[in-house]
């Protein structure tokens, strides 16, 4: 379960695909202020999930008796903590944040170099709620999709 200050945001969130940073939909990019950087975009089957270097925002469009789509953004400064854990194919991200809940986003079907990209943005996210400066590379390394393995990522 994901919550906001008391309020269920959603059962879960199974991220099945990277998104094209480029191709996003305009609703999407609409969140995204001029002082951000999106870091990873991922998509389930109808909602969308965008790391920037701020915030994450999570899209979750659903319908019961129509269409109706809820925007949630949680800004870093939030999160208390965070963690990772690495399954054969799938991963979990677990942030706990100010206000006790946990958000937990699930990724799914993952290759090596899928589980390499989470793990650069979790490194980049807790460089950002432990108050680090993250590198130009570090951060060009997740803009720019330069995800490929180098000497010491495997």
Do not use: W
């Amino acid at each position: 379960m994901a919550y906001i200050k008391y309020k269920e945001i959603t059962k879960y969130f199974n991220f099945s695909s990277i998104l094209d940073k480029k191709k996003l939909p305009k609703y999407v990019k609409d969140y995204v202020f001029d002082d951000e950087k999106i870091l990873e975009a991922y998509k389930t089957s109808t909602d969308h999930g965008i790391f920037t270097t701020k915030k994450i925002v999570l899209f979750d469009n659903y319908s019961l008796f129509g269409v109706k789509k809820q925007v949630y953004t949680i800004p870093y400064e939030a999160i208390s903590t965070c963690s990772v854990i690495f399954y054969p194919r799938n991963a979990e991200l677990s942030l706990f944040l100010d206000s006790g809940y946990p958000v937990r986003l699930k990724f799914i079907r993952m290759s090596a170099e899928d589980k390499l990209r989470l793990r650069l943005l979790y490194s980049a996210i807790l460089k950002i709620i432990s108050n680090q400066k993250l590198s130009n590379d570090e951060l060009n390394r997740l803009i720019e999709d330069k995800i490929s393995f180098e000497s010491g990522d495997k």
